[in-house]
């Protein structure tokens, strides 16, 4: 009998990931926050940690909105300059303001970009040095965290131009990256890996999060095409296995009948007998799911046909008497209680 990871067709899981945005309840007294524009269901309860933070020096007050065009309107950013610098002197209130946090762990450019100020959030991107850009609330996003989920490209491109860390991971051990890769955020995807050196990015592509999930997992996942597009480019290793149950994108894009997602990366090399733990190829899944078209793909870009899993199953054994896949499969393959019918004797 077929394993469950070859045979059965069962729905994958829930790839939505928490925003966590919890500050749109309680940062405003004075005003009632935008709604956000992606989609930020999943539970929102903090998440502690006995670790100590990047934020550990920062005071915990509450800020509003008014404070910080106060703030910025206060200072003056000269321009033309390869690093901007600040050519006002703050007072000791505006120093307070750069240096508190709300109860949820936001700083000012935190909540700067959750209220999708562009205009305020680029001028605080000038005025932070980079360790502050890389501060993480208590559910862990970054200000690139933020402004991904928002899908806020040119404040994306600020923070990245900085040199704000694409490395750091939410609570669920989501990257930026990964963001980008799950809700389709193509342009900010673009910014974060267009001009980031190899060396940078390769460490990123290959960072799992707590489901196991690399980027380019996430991307196929979610059928977007144009991300994974970016990611093959860009060196992702394409037979990364996810950590739960060893898939590669390929498998993803098999059982989700993905056939665009599975010639991109048969064209870009991905291995076509890439084996999960429990020994199923992509072949081994489109046949359990008796699906004939991406069957066939693979077969035209080389799979072996005899290969086993850990059941002793090849993909035909799969096949149960669908004539469509049994097409696929040359006559010397069939095989009898084990036995090939090649040399048999009738």
Not at 58 to 87: K, M, N, P
Not at 95 to 108: A, K, P
Not at 139 to 160: E, I, M
Not at 324 to 334: K, N, R, S, T, V
């Amino acid at each position: 009998m077929a394993t469950d990871g070859c045979r059965k067709d069962d729905s994958l899981e829930d790839n939505r990931a928490d925003s966590g945005i919890d500050s749109f309840r309680s940062i405003l007294k004075s005003e009632e926050p935008h709604e956000p524009s992606g989609d930020f269901s999943g539970p929102r309860d903090k998440f502690s940690t006995g670790e100590e933070r990047l934020d550990s020096a920062y005071a915990s007050s509450s800020i509003t909105v008014e404070s910080l065009s106060d703030f910025v309107e206060d200072c003056t950013l000269s321009s033309g300059q390869e690093e901007q610098e600040r050519v006002c002197e703050l007072s000791a209130q505006e120093d307070n303001l750069l240096t508190t946090i709300t109860d949820d762990g936001d700083t000012i450019l935190h909540l700067a970009i959750i209220h999708e100020d562009e205009f305020i959030a680029q001028q605080l991107i000038q005025i932070f040095p980079k360790e502050v850009l890389d501060i993480q609330n208590n559910l862990y996003q970054s200000p690139l965290h933020l402004a991904t989920y928002l899908n806020l490209t040119d404040v994306v491109k600020g923070l990245v131009d900085k040199g704000a860390s694409l490395g750091l991971q939410d609570r669920d051990g989501n990257t930026a990256l990964h963001v980008a890769c799950q809700h389709g955020q193509t342009e900010c995807a673009t910014e974060m890996i267009r001009e980031t050196s190899a060396s940078e990015l390769v460490p990123v592509l290959e960072t799992q999060n707590w489901r196991g999930l690399t980027c380019l997992h996430l991307a196929a996942l979610n059928k977007q095409h144009h991300i994974l597009k970016l990611l093959t480019k860009k060196g992702a290793d394409l037979n990364i296995q996810e950590g739960t149950s060893g898939k590669t994108a390929l498998h993803f894009a098999v059982e989700l009948r993905d056939i665009a997602s599975a010639k991109l990366l048969l064209s870009r090399g991905a291995n076509v007998d890439a084996a999960m733990f429990n020994g199923c190829t992509p072949l081994h899944l489109a046949v359990g799911r008796q699906d004939a078209a991406i069957a066939n793909l693979l077969c035209q870009s080389g799979a072996d046909t005899m290969l086993r899993n850990m059941e002793d199953e090849t993909a035909l054994d799969l096949a149960d008497g669908n004539d469509d896949i049994l097409a696929l499969f040359p006559f010397d393959d069939i095989q009898i209680s084990g036995r090939s019918l090649v040399g048999m004797n009738f």
